[in-house]
């Protein structure tokens, strides 16, 4: 019998780039194939080159659509890869707007830094919308909790991840000799989001358990905490006329934000001003959470309430861009809502070159934002930025509300790793900066796993 082994080809010792290589049961199985983010050039040279042969790959099971975990399927494909896609049916209808936006995104960032002379070999894209297209060909839907065999001696089962629509964690179970039964937890959600249910967890005994951390050493405030602070920033923005600008990932922080806002405004919690919803793939995606209310939470999940959940007089929908820089001849106090999440690419990068530097406006933030990127420069305080290559001084005010981040924090996670219940003989943290993979393989070891690594880009581990 061949050995299993694992190699961590993304997420490893960072948060973005999601991809692990499993190889057992006389195949090569990749588990996501995200994309790296973060400072373009070295983004850039992460991305490109794909540590393998793209055409020995056999498959690839994707734990959710977001782009740190699936970015990079285009570029499988368009280097040889044909096999097939495993994923949710939600995440496969997701990653037909995403992917494509994602091909997109890049050619127009190119396009504009071209216009400007300041295209270089690294801002080229890295595929095109065809090779996104091509993965969609490739994509098999599995839905929660029905069993597939992907091999004659592998099965796959996904369980809600609880962390977006269509989010799953991956258990896995090898019957090639003595079996083995891997957990992949991809990303792991919160209790209480708004619209999708609350994360399962696989239950023990578990041989190896690959875990994210990216919350593995912080804790979140409340979400009842989160909307005070929400309805607290819109009345005080309102009040001295400036614009809320939040970068969110499309997927998931934006129909929970446009959610929340809803209530307060039903709720007369917040003045009444209009909120933006600037970005196409965020518009798509609406239509895609419209199509999957199956895997709503329970009180949000009748047909009939979809449309009261995303719709508002008060909430438009931009798709164009003449409509998006319409925005910025706009006066008075607004709300908008635009991708990408940690403010590295999209229309974002537009609003807050034309708003960072207005003391009434604050840009706000609701996710994570990765060592590196233009969010995180702005989360940390700093005076002067640079967007498209041109220095912005910051006047406008800068919040982070943890409240709606998508992760469980060190709590939760310690809570997951409890409900297992059976013995976790080998634990793996990946997708966490230093201090999170820390604090996770902490967690691990107080709570009994035996072996705990935090592995290195591309290190590689036997498992039986
Ligand atoms: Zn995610």
């Known amino acids: 019998m061949a050995p299993i082994r694992l190699t961590f080809h993304g997420a490893a010792g960072q948060v973005t780039g999601s991809m692990h290589l499993l190889e057992a049961a006389g195949a090569r199985i990749l588990l996501d194939s995200g994309l790296f983010q973060g400072p373009r050039e070295q983004a850039r040279r992460l991305n490109a080159e794909l540590p393998f042969d793209a055409r020995r790959i056999d498959g690839v099971v ?19 890869f044909h096999g097939p896609i495993w994923a949710t049916p939600a995440t496969r209808d997701l990653c037909a707007v995403m992917l494509a936006d994602s091909a997109h995104i890049q050619e127009k960032d190119f396009e504009y830094l071209q216009r400007r002379g300041r295209a270089g070999a690294v801002s ?18 599995v839905p929660y909790r029905r069993p597939i065999h992907l091999r004659k001696n592998l099965t796959l089962e996904y369980v809600d991840a609880g ?3 269509g989010s799953a ?3 896995l179970r090898l019957s090639e000799g003595k079996p083995h039964r891997l957990v992949f937890s991809g990303d792991i959600g919160r209790s209480g989001l708004p619209i999708i249910r609350d994360p399962e967890v696989p239950a023990g005994p578990i041989d190896t358990l690959i875990i994210e951390s990216t919350y593995g050493a912080r804790t979140h405030e409340s979400v009842a905490d989160a909307e005070r602070r929400l309805a607290a920033a819109v009345k005080r923005v309102a009040a001295r ?20 806002l809803h209530q307060m405004l039903r709720a007369g919690e917040i003045p009444e001003i209009p909120i933006y919803v600037d970005s196409p793939l965020a518009v798509e995606t ?3 959470f419209r199509t999957h209310p199956e895997v709503f939470d329970k009180k949000e999940r009748l047909l009939d309430t979809t449309d009261a959940i995303f719709d508002h007089r008060l909430v438009h929908y931009i798709r164009d861009v003449e409509g998006s ?21 999209g229309r974002i990068l537009h609003h807050l070159k034309n708003g960072v530097g207005d003391h009434r406006n604050l840009v706000l933030f609701v996710g994570f934002q990765a060592e590196g990127t233009l969010g995180r420069r702005l989360m940390d305080g700093a005076k002067q930025v640079k967007i498209f290559g041109d220095e912005y001084d910051v006047r406008a005010e800068v919040e982070y509300i943890g409240g709606y981040s998508g992760h469980a924090d060190m709590n939760e996670l310690r809570a997951w790793v409890r409900k297992v219940g059976g013995p976790i003989r080998r634990a793996f943290c990946v997708h966490g900066e230093e201090e999170g993979l ?14 705990v690594h935090v592995p290195k880009l591309g290190e590689s581990f036997e498992l039986a």
């Open 163 to 165: 962390h977006i629509l």
């Open 438 to 451: 820390q604090g996770m393989a902490k967690i691990l070891e107080e709570e009994g796993v035996a072996e």
């Open 124 to 141: 080229e894209p890295l595929y095109t919308a065809l090779d996104a297209m091509a993965v969609q060909e490739l994509m098999v839907a």
């Open 286 to 288: 609406t239509t895609v």
């Open 62 to 80: 994707v734990s959710h659509a977001h782009i740190d975990h699936t970015g990079r399927l285009p570029l499988l494909v368009n280097q040889g």
């Open 325 to 345: 820089k319409a925005l910025n001849t706009r006066t008075g106090p607004m709300i908008v809502i635009s991708a990408s999440g940690m403010a590295e690419t």
């Open 169 to 171: 964690t991956v258990d």
């Open 241 to 260: 006329g400036g614009r809320i600008m939040i970068p969110s990932f499309a997927v998931g922080r934006t129909q929970e934000i446009v959610y929340a």
